[in-house]
C-alpha cells in the first residue's frame, strides 16, 4: 500500500480497480487479515484515500467490471468515499447498458452497503435489471439485488415481481 499510493498515477484503470478489490479482498479473508491489522491500517487508508482522489477523473476509461470492482471494494472494504461514490454513479448509470448482470447486481449490493443514495443509479438499474433476471442470476444474485433494492429503500415493483418470478421455482438453490 505504501509502495503504491504515490504511483497511481501510473496504474492502468483496470489496475486501480484490481488494487482496490485486492487489498479489499484480502483484509476480508481470515487468512490474511492479520496482515490488515492497526499495523497496516494507516498505509492502506492512505492509499484508498489517494485512490478516491486519483480514479474519478479517469472512470470514463474504466471497463463496467473494473466500476462494479471500485465500488465493492469501498463498500465492503468500509471505505468511506462519497465523492467517489458519486462519481461512480455519474459514469456508470448512462454506461449500464453496457455491464453484465453480475456486475449490475454488484454495482446496486455495493451502492446500498456503503448507505450512498444514487436515484438515477437505482432506476436505471431497476429498469437494467427487470429485462436481464431470467436465467442470467445465479441464486446469489437474485437475492443480493432484492437486498440491495430493499437496503436502499429504492422499491422497483416490476424489478421485485420478476426477481419473484425467477426465484420461485428455484428456492431450492437459496
Known sequence: ???????????????????AWSFTACCRSASAASWCSDRHLPSMAALFRALSEAAPPRLGEFAPQGL???????????????????????????????????????????FATAGHAAPALFDGLASRLSVLVGELFTAQGLSNTAWAFAAAGRPSPALFARLAAEATPRLSEF
Open 68 to 110: 462494479a470492482n471500485l465500488a465493492w471494494a469501498y463498500a465492503a472494504g468500509g471505505q468511506p468515499a462519497p465523492a467517489l461514490f458519486d462519481a461512480l454513479a455519474a459514469e456508470a448509470t448512462p454506461r449500464l447498458a453496457e455491464f453484465k448482470p453480475q456486475e449490475l447486481a454488484s454495482l446496486a449490493w455495493s
Open 1 to 19: 500500500a505504501a509502495e503504491a499510493t504515490p504511483r497511481l498515477a501510473e496504474f492502468k484503470p483496470q489496475e486501480l480497480a484490481s488494487l
